[in-house]
């Protein structure tokens, strides 16, 4: 049995992974879990899953609900902390969002724990420390990601030196086909409407920017220790394959699966294995196409500043996050426009002084920095 602990419970992927460990109870045990500041459906959860201890982000909230359970109940970063490396779990689901999952991420690891990881945050903006504590750890990564789970399963029996390139698809987002004098009159509304995926609204958002892509690129480079100039993007709307890994003697092989974030959820839990899974069956008589086409770049800047920035490295990814955390909620507040997105993360990657090597703190300390410092341009220059 792997006894988990779940960061970001009530988000998203934080439910999808609960529905997944409630289809195989025998195989899992909860030892604790924590939310920002959802506290009514935390309190569901600890009614059902029965973990150890929890933790909510928000202190005020925290002790709200600590007079209605009887497990502890940690606040902060603090907190959060704690229950990543609790003693009593092997294994670390990071459903985060956020640059917030950085430091817990790397203290689960020095704690010798195992990292299933959905916070794309992590390795964009601290991937060498991170992959370094891993290797240094002797603990295993794997990713909670559609693209990134994908190429696992394509290349995880073959020989690594015989991979020649990568290709990572995207939807395209809901405004693929829209014109820049489109894209300058999108509303919050309509970004949210993601075509083939139910997700949170900042990942959203950054699959709209295809900033979410560029974040993908970068962690594939991490996640598998490609090349840039190996690593693709192609857009393909019916979000049916995940990935395709192309080898030396020029054949290529993907991964097909309905879109569904369960499916690589439960793969990042039971690897090596596979169990049944309660989803749509997949059948390829009822795909009537698959069509893939090349991103356009100057219409969705984000993706090649990714590019540009995994490039360079060092401390500028990290840069290149945070700007992008806080722009992408000033959109979602409807204080700046979609297409102010990309003008305002380039406007800080111009400024920011690249540091090749860093430390957990110091890029803790940036992240705060950068965040500070976009948060006054948007005030200023985007009233």
Not at 230 to 236: E, F, L, Q, R, Y
Request: positive net charge.
């Amino acid at each position: 049995m792997r006894r988990i602990v779940l960061l970001g419970s009530t988000g998203s992927i934080g439910t999808q992974t609960l529905d997944v460990i409630s289809q195989h109870k025998k195989d899992f045990s909860i030892i604790g879990l924590t939310a920002h500041s959802n506290i009514e459906l935390l309190q569901t959860q600890i009614q059902s899953f029965k973990p150890k201890a929890v933790a909510v982000f928000d202190k005020v909230l925290s002790e709200k609900l600590q007079k209605k359970v009887s497990v502890p109940v940690y606040s902060g970063i603090e907190g959060i902390n704690k229950i990543a490396a609790m003693n009593e779990a092997d294994t670390v689901v990071n459903a985060l969002v956020g640059s917030i999952g950085i430091e817990p991420t790397v203290n689960a690891i020095r704690k010798k724990k195992n990292i299933a990881l959905a916070n794309k945050e992590t390795l964009v903006a601290a991937g060498q420390l991170v992959m370094d504590e891993i290797k240094k750890n002797k603990v295993s990564l794997l990713p909670i990601d559609s693209e990134h789970s994908a190429l696992l399963q394509c290349i995880k029996n073959e020989n690594r030196e015989s991979v020649k390139k990568i290709t990572l698809t995207a939807s395209g987002g809901p405004f693929r086909n829209y014109s820049l004098q489109q894209l300058q009159k999108v509303t919050k509304k309509d970004a949210l409407k993601h075509p083939t995926w139910k997700m949170g609204s900042k990942i959203t958002i950054d699959s709209a920017t295809l900033m979410n892509k560029g974040f993908e690129v970068i962690e594939a480079h991490w996640l598998y220790g490609i090349d840039y100039k190996n690593i693709d993007v192609t857009i393909h709307p019916q979000s049916i394959v995940h990935a395709m890994v192309e080898f030396s003697d020029n054949t290529v092989i993907s991964q097909m699966a309905l879109p569904d974030m369960k499916i690589p959820i439960q793969y990042a839990l039971t690897y090596p294995q596979r169990l049944a899974i309660d989803s749509n069956q997949f059948n390829i008589n009822k795909i009537k196409a698959l069509t893939f086409d090349k991103p356009d770049f100057k219409k969705f800047p984000c993706l090649q500043y990714a590019y540009d920035v995994g490039k360079i490295g060092g401390t500028l990814p990290a840069v290149l996050n945070a700007a992008n955390e806080v722009a992408v909620q000033a959109f979602l507040q409807e204080k700046i426009s979609f297409l102010d997105i990309p003008k305002i993360i380039k406007m800080q990657l111009d400024r920011h002084t690249v540091k090749k090597n860093y430390s957990l703190r110091e890029i803790m300390v940036l992240d705060r920095n950068v965040k500070e410092t976009t948060r006054k341009v948007v005030e200023k220059a985007f009233k």
